[in-house]
């Protein structure tokens, strides 16, 4: 995920900007047609699927789960046991069963391959599936007993999986905990096993990564805020290492997935082409021009994970890499497997496949439906198998909404910390090249960055002065007025 995630930690009702910012966001999801209502068929099935679902006879409610999301999530995906296992690891991770309540072919279903996966805005999310579903009936929430879909995976003392297999089964989360609660339990030596072993799993998977010669990109998050004087400001949350040991929890599941899809001749795989070596050119020329030191022979990815993300520079560095992870879609297979360099997910330097987050995104719970029959040799059902071919086009179309909302809300929140400081001037790395007489630049504070008139050399400081800033546009315009070349 290269996309930075932005959120407000205030109310946008309690002043003028924040009123026009609120309008900004819903404006923007009318312009890009997000649909925000569920049709009254859709909803009357979650009653059905809700009051009469296809339960698992298997019964793994005695494993202590746990989950771990976001402070006030609700459509909980994911939960999670972990424990020693001789001298490797055992990891058993329980993922929402959607289709023990949705009901194929009918209203909903329809209803979800338009959504495609669930929109993130800064002040709200519309999401995939109705909340009578996704936030309560399907959601992994602590001590409620749900239907899911349990990994079970075996690891070797160097994180390197050893066995996997996907059943059904009847599930109970013991504890929810966000990430800033599991950083400081570990940090403090107060954890339990689960997020004692959590951190141990996933720094063995991220040194296995950087084997593979993987590549992670974590943007920080924008966190905007409101000032004494009711002015909006805009700081950056660095992600912490919990959210990258839980991560590496979920890649590794999609790798384990991906090579029980091969196995078995059928699936669909998450795909991306490895970077050109002349667009790794370009990146290490860009990080020099920026400052930073990128050692000859150390792969691109190894030399993300040393950034400073709350270095403005090293930022600027990390929006300069983003064009090394494009060309990322999905690859469905039946029968005939795709050619092994269109397997692969480039940066994960794998091949990998989503199955992690059915309540939140359409195509995991094809995924899941088509390992689990794999892993428990019998047919893949119908109604997967004959959706495979669709999904591809279904999550390109969907996710270039969800791609063109964020770029357009993130705008808008950078608009609404600058509106009331036009005429002003501010510090700047320039960051990229435009056409036409014009640069992209990084301002060191507040950390916007957004296109300005004039010229620069790339990674030079320079002075830019903000000529206009629109809300409702979700536009602003910056002019150079100074320049460090040096």
Known sequence: MVERATTLACDPSASDTGRLLTQAFEQIRTDLEVRQTFPDAALAEVEQGVAAPELPERDETALELITIDPPGSMDLDQAMHITRDGEGYRVRYAIADVPAFLAEGGALDAETRLRGQTIYCPDTRVPLHPPALSEEAASLLPDAVRPAYLWDMRLTAQGERSSAELYRAMVRSRRRYTYDEVQGLVDGGEAEETLLLLKEVGELRIAREIDRGGASLPMPEQVVGVGEQCEYDLTLRPLLPAEDWNAQISLLTGMVAARIMLDGGVGILRTMPEPTDGAVARFRREVEALGARWPEGMPYGEFLRTLDKRDTRHLAIVNAATFLFRGAGYTAFDGELPPEDEQVQSAIASPYAH????????????????????????????????????????????????????????????????????????????????????????????????????????????????????????????????????
């Open 355 to 486: 199955v992690t987050a059915p309540l939140r995104r359409l195509v995991d719970r094809f995924g899941l439906a088509v390992c689990a029959a794999l892993s428990g040799g019998r047919d893949v059902p119908t109604w997967a198998r004959a959706s495979l071919p669709d999904l591809p086009d279904v999550m390109e179309e969907t996710g270039r909404r969800a791609k063109a909302v964020d770029r357009a809300c993130v705008t808008a929140v950078e608009a609404a910390v600058l509106s009331d400081r036009v005429g002003e001037d501010f510090e700047a790395v320039v960051v990229d090249g435009v056409d036409g007489g014009r640069v992209r630049v990084q301002l060191l504070d507040p950390p916007v960055s957004d296109v300005a008139t004039g010229s620069a050399r790339l990674g030079s400081a320079v002075t830019v002065r903000v000529e206009r800033a629109d809300i409702l546009a979700g536009e602003v315009d910056l002019r150079i007025v100074g320049r460090d070349d040096g």
